[in-house]
């Protein structure tokens, strides 16, 4: 059986102590935590917003214009008159005062079916902003499990590079007890040495890559960076995932091909506002004028020293295209093209969702039998290092056969992680891809 040394376990009972006394951070609470602070999240949820906001007003394309106008201008005017018959006036300092105000109704009452078109595709501009953000909320989520688990994985790497770190130094008590008594050589001390220093090394640098991850989670998170946590010491897998359950219904439930259907609808609606625009337009037109003028003195004895005039007007205007330089032909075009664009950005994009699919599960599949045997690979490997070190100690081993036997144990933890580490990334882009790795 292997000899821990004490210093050694008192150093890990003591950063186990701390770990114990950080805050636990589980996946679930930094998943949440992202859907509530991310930056990327809130700017999506911030344009949406927008959409929806011109939705709460879709409405008003129906509704009639009125707008007022009021004036009021005082005059002080110095004016010469000649007249027909030779004579002449002339009057300094004629002063009079100017008032008016108007009311002017506008209410289209046929547009081609223009403003119909305009309010369903405010419909459409909101359902897209909702997709946008659901998008943004999947891949968020998915980073923030791969970031969190990455953590989690690069933990276990720390305690194999301990492991390697608790042999090393039995090496080295070995190695040196050997040579005290006359059975051993100094080269086996010096490479024993060497071996244990390269593993405290690696540790330090695994210690630094752990911090480094944290401090993306907490970005991710929108936390303060430096903010002290700790994670899970597993990492949990869903081995039964199942091709044809990720490929049903994808296209209802993928973000990305929701939104490029989301476009061809939005990009027909406005092929219907360009159409619309080679019907005439009726509208309503409605206006209340008030005018008044007073003045103090006249020039002529015929002009009128005080005048007021109010009233109510209405009636009907008809705009009709007839010819605009053939723009509403060039913007139907333009508009059909965007509508085929749409239609093949869409095909492409469902295309290469099924590609991802199917690679992803080939993926996921290998990882999963990978992950199988490299369980078995640790098992064995532990044992050959327990043998290897009993007969080491009894004198029947060499070191090259122990640092082989170590190297073999170090090389099948860092693959059973990986691969534990990979299943998860795998498992993740599947419901990444089906859009429902939140629910």
Same mark, same amino acid.
């Given at each position: ?8 376990? +008192? ?10 006394? %950080?805050?636990?951070?589980? =996946? !679930? *609470?930094? @998943? $949440? ?110 980073? +923030? ?10 933990? %276990?790497?720390?305690?194999? =590079? !301990? *492991?390697? @770190? $608790? ?131 006249? @020039? ?140």
């Amino acid at each position: 059986m292997t000899r821990v040394n004490p210093v050694l376990l +008192v150093i890990l009972l003591c950063s186990g102590f701390t770990a114990s006394a %950080q805050r636990m951070l589980t =996946v !679930e *609470e930094a @998943i $949440a935590t992202a859907l509530q602070n991310n930056y990327d999240i809130q700017l999506s949820k911030n344009d949406s917003m927008v959409a929806a906001l011109d939705y709460s007003y879709r409405n008003m394309v129906f509704y009639p214009t009125l707008n007022a106008t009021a004036s009021t201008t005082w005059n002080n005017n110095n004016q010469r008159q000649t007249l027909a018959d030779g004579s002449k006036r002339e009057q300094n300092g004629l002063r009079s005062h100017n008032s008016s105000a108007s009311a002017q109704l506008q209410w289209t009452l046929f547009d081609g079916l223009k403003m119909f078109a305009t309010r369903d595709k405010a419909t459409q501009l909101v359902d897209l902003g909702s997709l946008a953000v659901k998008q943004q909320v999947v891949n968020t989520v998915a980073n +923030v499990v791969n970031t969190y688990y990455n953590i989690v994985r690069q933990k %276990q790497q720390l305690k194999a =590079v !301990e *492991e390697q @770190i $608790a042999l090393n130094e039995e090496r080295v008590r070995l190695s040196q007890y050997k040579l005290d008594i006359g059975t051993g050589a100094k080269p086996d001390v010096l490479q024993s040495k060497v071996d244990l220093n390269a593993q405290k090394s690696m540790k330090l640098e695994q210690l630094t890559l752990i911090d480094q991850l944290k401090d993306q989670l907490n970005q991710a998170m929108n936390t303060k960076l430096g903010t002290v946590f700790e994670v899970s010491d597993s990492i949990p897998l869903n081995t039964g995932l199942g091709l044809g359950d990720i490929q049903l219904d994808i296209e209802k439930t993928n973000p990305s091909l929701l939104i490029a259907q989301k476009n061809i609808n939005i990009a027909q609606l406005t092929l219907k506002e360009r159409k619309a625009e080679r019907w005439p337009t009726i509208s309503f037109n409605s206006a209340y004028n008030y005018s008044r003028t007073n003045n103090q003195t006249v @020039i002529n004895p015929f002009s009128t020293l005080f005048n007021q005039s109010n009233g109510f007007n209405y009636g009907l205007t008809a705009s009709i295209p007839i010819f605009n330089g053939l723009n509403a032909r060039r913007l139907i075009r333009q508009a059909q093209l965007d509508i085929n664009f749409q239609q093949l950005s869409f095909e492409n994009q469902r295309s290469i969702l099924g590609l991802s699919v199917v690679n992803a599960f080939r993926v996921y599949e290998q990882q999963k039998k990978t992950l199988a045997l490299e369980e078995e690979n640790i098992l064995l490997a532990r044992e050959n290092v327990d043998i290897v070190f009993q007969t080491y100690k009894l004198g029947a081993a060499t070191l090259v056969q122990l640092r082989e036997a170590q190297n073999s144990l170090e090389d099948a933890n860092n693959r059973l992680i990986a691969a534990r580490y990979a299943t998860k990334l795998s498992e993740t882009e599947l419901l990444r891809l089906k859009g429902e790795i939140i629910k």
